[in-house]
């Protein structure tokens, strides 16, 4: 609906992860670094840990984009809760084996003659496991076992590990997983943008829309917005297309603290009566 009104080209504030969006914040930054790094490395894991809604998947979509996919093999899944034979299936599946009606060990060897294939024709694999927090402790060490797949002194499998927070601290403390910790070249904890970066946030993803400025949004409105989303890319974008969808239907030109105010305000009615501040964010579009 606002997009008509404010003639934008596209929804700017999509809940679905887009990699077209990302915006480059400090920390994201720095997590691009470290996630260069590893593929630089090409072994061992890589962890990634964020709040919900912090832009783990969007950062690893970005990075994905940026990759030759001549030279690099990539695959992702997204965890519940499986058991370690559940989670080797998964892996294999999603780099396209067909593995139904196979045992445990018959999937490592159709994976290792994957791995193989691929190093023999000057290709790296890597896998991406979002969710990771989700996986007990037998899933997580199948994952290390498959990184023991080595040709020489080169590893032929790479992962990538996206959680939330408490994986972090799970890993840190689990005895359990030391073998992990041991393999683990980098980590880093996505925080929340700033206030200075939420304008250039906002305003990024609109022109990315075909904005020009209009609606614009006062200074006010935008510390609004930080102060309700504390900077978390997901609980912005709700907020930001619930605003833009007020806006269109009180036909503003300029977003100030009092639109946001109202907008926020029903929202936190939303949460009161259940629906959750994401309950009408795909209407707002």
């Avoid at 912005?236 to 946001?260: P, Q």
């Amino acid at each position: 609906m606002y997009t008509e009104y404010y003639k934008l080209t596209g929804r700017p504030f999509q809940l679905t992860p887009d990699p077209r969006f990302y915006f480059d914040t400090a920390t994201h930054r720095k997590a691009m670094a470290y996630l260069t790094y590893g593929l630089q490395q090409g072994e061992g894991f890589i962890i990634i840990t964020g709040e919900i809604g912090s832009g783990k998947t969007t950062l690893v979509g970005h990075l994905m984009e940026s990759v030759d996919t001549s030279k690099l093999v990539a695959a992702k899944i997204v965890t519940t809760q499986l058991d370690a034979d559940s989670t080797l299936r998964m892996v294999a599946t999603a780099f396209g084996m067909a593995v139904e009606g196979l045992d445990k060990s018959q999937i490592l060897t159709r994976i290792e003659h994957f791995l193989r294939s691929h190093h023999r024709d000057g290709r790296r694999v890597l896998l991406v496991v979002d969710e990771v927090q989700n996986l007990p402790v037998a899933a997580l060490e199948e994952l290390r076992m498959l990184s023991n797949f080595q040709q020489g002194d080169r590893a032929l499998l790479q992962t990538f590990l996206l959680g939330q927070p408490e994986f972090r601290d799970h890993l840190a403390t689990a005895p359990e997983l030391e073998q992990l910790r041991q393999r683990v070249i980098a980590t880093h904890h996505l925080e929340a943008m700033t206030r200075e970066e939420l304008p250039r946030y906002i305003e990024h993803r609109l022109a990315l829309c075909g904005w020009r400025g209009r609606p614009s949004f006062t200074s006010g409105a935008y510390d609004l917005m930080y102060d309700y989303s504390a900077g978390v890319p997901r609980r912005l974008n709700t907020l930001a297309s619930r605003v833009l969808l007020f806006g269109a239907l009180e036909e503003k030109d300029e977003i100030d603290e009092g639109v946001v105010g109202e907008v926020i305000e029903d929202l936190k009615r939303d949460t009161a009566a259940g629906g959750g501040p994401d309950a009408l964010a795909g209407v707002a579009q």
